[in-house]
């Protein structure tokens, strides 16, 4: 008994096995984490080591070097470069591909370990990031606040992110724009050069005055008391008055003290106001659609539970659950039509409805049955598997092989009740197990093309096409298993009125495709002359792929445009304040007239790129606005031109990257050369 007959003649097991499937498959949809792209994690590394207030050819010297020295022996590496400026030295390594970026990061740590003695002791921090596509934030968002800065500034710190972090799937919160008070000292020259004391004597006096001290321990009985002394300094008093020298000389004397908010030199601007801009990273194995959901819910109760808050604005500027469910929504759209559009070819070739609702039943089951196989997948082999738009590119590719198998079966069904008068029952059996081995070994094979696809190289490339092969391959088992066992169970029950004869139109079109193939194969000069139309269109196939435009992924215009404005190293910040105050009315004036939803801009002396100050502008467009291209013409006729300041226009495509033009590098050892 083959497994056609075996659920004609057992329908309840099948049944009730189908209803599992469909159940887990409904599940699943709900379980898969929602992503747009498939998390690719690139083997590179980047070792950024914040050193402000020097120059880029101290930081190459000092820091730059012996960092390249050491970690040059890591395994596995393939290529190392690096970057010094006059604030930071950035190393970036690359790996080759199948290295463990776990191992090869904990092994960096260890090499940093061993020279972090010979690097400045003034180095606060050695940051170690890796690269991958889906470690940009989830959801960004702005807060405003009118009134007091200081105000939103601490409810930000010291309630808003708390409250964040506490939201499952949320692995980090970034505040940017806060600003926080900072303990200053300001030499007195004429008392402190005449003191005889030195910088280091001052330095060395507040930190050895700050140190928690273990004292050992006092045992009193069958009792052991740990002793500390905590000398933390942490009232301002406390540090004017240590003293300097054996004479009585106390900080206070030689320099003033203050506990204040530094002057300005980040600005953080929203349509024109100061904001606090919050940036939510989501664990790996969240949902990001879940994530940023329940990150807006929270901040809308946080704006209803405290009334300082209560005229507080947030405005979300980057979202990509919003992109992902209309891609989404975009991809179930063109599924549903093109199965719809199938269903339409069936009543027109087979003329009966009831084949109809077989094949309608037979495309969403083999869908859930796909979802299904998915989540078993993810969770017995323990895969990354996603729900994002590759995959389910590769299940809306995969509707069209969902019918093939089944459209066999059941056409060669219908055909022995239409020729030979077969009652449902015995046509549904023999006319299923006469086509069961040909379809299997037709999915079989079209299965094994794609299987090998998911054995392709770890390269990005590889990456996107093992999602795309996995769910192709488990779209042609599900479509295997319907057509092997609901379709023919369906014939059984639902074929079994009474049968037409086939239309004229389609016996004519059967007799013109016998004669056509006849004349194909009538003698060697036809043979001769059909193989060489097949070459021809080879040939020009072959010629026009050659003059096609290739790239990794395909442009997908946003609704975005980044603008970076460098500047002349002599701009003070009251310059720069009046120079993107100057864009600012420029752009807010026109913001209907550009579709401008959002207009972000940032700048400060913190901001420096090829020897200039940089300040970025970001404007987000509303969908029914001029075209991205047309806002870009607008700019450059719109912004003020003056001396030393350029621009470099960017758009930002959703997977695609930034097109910023052209990017040249001059690479060599002396740098005075190469300026």
Known sequence: MNLPEFSIKKPVTIIVVMLIFITIGIISITKLPLEMMPDISFPGLMVQVPYPSS??????????????????????????????????????????????????????????????????????????????????????????????????????????????????????????????????????????????????????????????????????????????????????????????????????????????????????????????????YRASNANIVDVCNAVKAAMAQIQKSEPVLENIQTIFYSDQSVDILRSLKDLTISGIVGGLMAILLLIFFLRKFRTTIIIGIAIPMAIVFTFSLMYLYKTIFGADVTINIISLSGLMMAVGMLLDNSVVVLENIFRLRQEKNYSALEASTKGSSQVALAVTASTLTTLVVFISIGFMSQSGFGRFMTDFALTISLALIASLMVALTFIPLASSRLLSG???????????????????????????????????????????????????????????????????VFMPRSFTINQMKSLFSTYEEILLSRKEEMGLEHLTIEFGVGRARQGRFQGRIELNLTDDGPSVEEIKESLKKLLPQRAGITYEYGQRYGRGGHSMGISVELIGLDYTKLT
Do not use: C
Not at 140 to 157: A, C, K, Q, V
Not at 210 to 222: K, R
Not at 542 to 550: K, Q, T
């Open 55 to 280: 120059s880029p050819e101290e930081v190459e010297r000092i820091i730059t070097r012996p960092i390249e020295d050491i970690l040059a022996t890591i395994s596995n590496l393939d290529t190392l470069s690096s970057t010094s400026s006059d604030s930071s030295a950035s190393i970036h390594m690359q790996f080759t591909s199948g290295t463990n970026m776990d191992v090869a990061t904990m092994e960096i740590r260890d090499k940093l370990d061993l020279i972090r003695d010979k690097l400045p002791d003034d180095i606060e921090n050695i940051r170690i990031r890796r690269f991958g596509m889906n470690d940009r934030p989830v959801i960004s968002f702005s807060l405003t606040l009118p009134g007091d800065l200081e105000t939103l500034n601490y409810w930000s710190e010291n309630f808003i992110m708390q409250e964040l972090e506490r939201i499952e799937g949320v692995a980090n919160v970034d505040i940017r724009g806060l600003r926080n008070k900072v303990l200053s000292i300001f030499l007195k020259p004429e008392v402190f050069y005449a003191s005889s004391i030195r910088i280091t004597d001052l330095i060395n006096t507040i930190r050895n005055n700050n140190i928690n001290i273990s004292a050992g321990y006092v045992e009193d009985d069958n009792l052991r008391y740990v002793i500390r002394i905590p000398g933390e300094l942490k009232v301002l008093e406390e540090i004017k008055s240590l003293p300097l020298n054996n004479k009585g000389l106390s900080i206070t004397d030689v320099a003033a003290v203050t506990y204040d908010y530094p002057i300005q030199e980040q600005f953080n601007r929203l349509d024109g106001n100061e904001t606090v801009r919050f940036q939510i």
């Open 498 to 564: 009474k049968s037409k004869e086939k239309a004229r139109w389609l016996i004519k079109m059967t007799n013109l495709y016998e004669k056509i193939i006849s004349f194909t194969i009538k003698s060697w000069k036809t043979k001769a002359f059909i193989v060489g139309i097949a070459l021809a269109f080879m040939g020009s196939a072959a010629f026009l792929f050659s003059n096609l435009e290739r790239e990794f992924m395909p442009r997908s215009s946003e609704r975005e445009v980044n603008l970076t």
